[in-house]
């Protein structure tokens, strides 16, 4: 099995390869009567699309999404969604001399040790470029959910970019969609602008972190064991290429924590529970809380770099590589719609679960 799908109730399968002809998704669990057309799903690839900076691979491709199947007079039917985003420009050109070496940090050589053959033309499904599927498949939960939890809000940002540290305390929602970094301080973009130029100068790439915000996901979702919401969404942003770590809430800093510190007491409120901290991250038990869902992600430098390195060829030759063509130097910057998209899918699909099972009654308190 090659595990390609996604997603239990809300489930999606993507395929194609970075340079093949075309990839996309095919999206099964929507449910039925969702208003839902190309326009609205392309907002999404826009925001994901390469080629809209300096800052990120100047590979130049529309990502104009098609819908083939699931959809009649702009709205779902109920049966599989089948998208579909071309390849326009692809220069397997460039790949020619990796098709005998194995890039230090990439996945050619653990492709070729499970298959025993690989596609080198931008790495194949190891690619960046597979997350354009996840995005259009993710522009169908997004219409779901508008529908269906009309006050859930997922967004996006970075809060690092190698030496790079967002100061919290200039946190702008407003200053995310301004700048190529998506990052919540606008006067800081300059400079982290230059620190990036400064790394793709000298031939180089460099890592990141980004945060996910879930804003007005309702209590329950989730289940206790092996349907974890914390768990899922922590698979789903490790299932993002080049995603090394991932954390909820205080994550790794909870280690360095009392219990006094780290429990987020509560106290009565007109709506319920209200709770004085969220050190949780909006998860309790795998549960969500109500509270605002907070994940964190780490995302390596890119391997492909112009910088030789050392490495090893098909034949067990000892060589050098550089990688030519055109790539991202911080991979991490695209990798936002990335995370927003599966946090959506997740989002929706524990909310479908969680109907089937309880209908959406809820314990009361009070």
């Known amino acids: 099995m090659s595990f390609n799908t996604f ?3 809300f489930r999606f399968t993507t395929w194609g390869e970075s340079h093949g002809p075309a990839l996309g998704a095919t999206v099964d669990g929507c449910p039925p009567g969702i208003a839902l057309d190309e326009a609205f799903i392309q907002g999404f690839m826009d925001r994901r699309r ?5 800052n990120t691979t100047q590979r130049r491709e529309a990502d104009a999404v098609r ?8 709205r779902t039917t109920g049966t599989p969604i089948q998208l579909m985003i071309e390849n326009t420009d692809q220069r397997s050109k460039d790949y020619s001399k990796i098709a005998d070496a194995f890039r230090p940090g990439h996945a050619d050589l653990t492709y070729h040790l499970k298959y025993g ?11 960046a470029r597979e997350t354009a599927a996840r995005v259009a498949a993710a522009g169908v939960a997004f219409a779901a959910l508008r529908d269906l939890l009309p006050g859930l809000r997922i967004t996006g940002y970075m809060v690092q970019m190698g030496a790079m540290m967002l100061d919290r305390a200039r946190f702008d929602r407003s200053a995310i969609e301004q700048n190529p970094f998506f990052l919540p301080d606008a006067e800081a973009a300059p400079q982290w ?9 000298e031939r180089d790439s ?8 879930i804003e007005g996901c309702p209590p329950g979702l989730g289940a206790p064991i092996y349907a974890k919401l914390d768990t899922d969404l922590a698979a789903a ?13 205080e994550g790794m800093a909870a280690a360095a924590l009392r219990g006094t510190e780290n429990a987020d007491e509560m106290r009565a409120g007109e709506g319920g529970p209200e709770f004085l901290s969220n050190h949780a991250g909006g998860i309790l038990g795998g549960i969500s809380s109500g509270q605002d869902i907070v994940v964190r992600m780490a995302v390596k430098p890119t391997s492909s770099i112009l910088t030789p390195r050392r490495t090893i060829t098909r034949t067990g030759e000892e060589t050098e590589l550089i990688t030519e063509g055109r790539h991202d130097p911080c991979v991490g910057i695209r990798a936002v719609p ?9 989002i929706l699909d524990h909310l479908l679960m969680d109907r089937a099972q309880t209908g959406g009654e809820r314990g009361r308190i009070g």
């Open 7 to 9: 997603g239990r109730v």
């Open 50 to 54: 390469p080629g809209t900076s300096k």
């Open 67 to 74: 819908i083939l199947s699931g959809v009649y007079e702009g």
């Open 117 to 127: 053959l690989r596609d080198p033309r931008g790495g194949g499904r190891s690619s």
């Open 193 to 201: 602008e230059e620190y990036l130029t400064s790394i793709r100068k």
């Open 206 to 213: 460099v890592g990141a972190a980004i945060e996910v915000l």
């Open 237 to 249: 942003m490790m299932s993002i290429n080049a995603v090394k770590g991932v954390e909820i809430g």
């Open 338 to 346: 990335a995370a927003e998209a599966m946090a959506a899918c997740v």
